[in-house]
């Protein structure tokens, strides 16, 4: 069966960090792109970050960029999203999505026709 299954969300104060992690099972998180991906109530989906299966291969919207750092461990079949000094914007529920032959830094939709997702993780940060 395939899934990604994300961890890390919760409740922290602005200005704090959280790591989240992004699991895969049922393949190879190799040979993907992952995109990490937020919706708030209201608002529009919007990609965070997006680390593709080549070298180099990073996008992250100004909106976050300087504060959040994707990676991945092919190895552990993982990715995780590094988030720092994070803002009471911020919070939103968030889903890791992948797909094969993306290339990020040319993807130009909005994550919407990734082919597996996972459940999301809450965030949320207070002021």
């Known amino acids: 069966q395939v899934q990604l299954v994300e961890s890390g969300g919760g409740l922290v104060q602005a200005g704090g960090s959280l790591r989240l992690s992004c699991v895969a099972s049922?393949?190879?998180?190799?040979?993907?792109?992952i995109a990490w991906v937020r919706q708030a109530p209201g608002k529009e989906r919007e990609g965070v970050s997006c680390i593709g299966a080549s070298a180099g291969d990073l996008y992250y919207p100004d909106s976050v960029k300087g504060r959040f750092t994707v990676s991945r461990d092919d190895a552990e079949n993982t990715v995780y999203l590094q988030m720092n000094s994070l803002k009471p914007e911020d919070s939103a529920t968030y889903y890791c999505?992948?797909?094969?032959?993306?290339?990020?830094?040319?993807?130009?939709?909005?994550?919407?026709?990734?082919?597996?997702w996972g459940q999301g993780t809450q965030v949320t940060v207070s002021s």
């Open positions: 999505t992948a797909d094969a032959d993306i290339y990020c830094l040319d993807y130009r939709g909005n994550y919407g026709d990734f082919h597996v």
């Open positions: 049922g393949f190879s998180l190799g040979y993907y792109a």
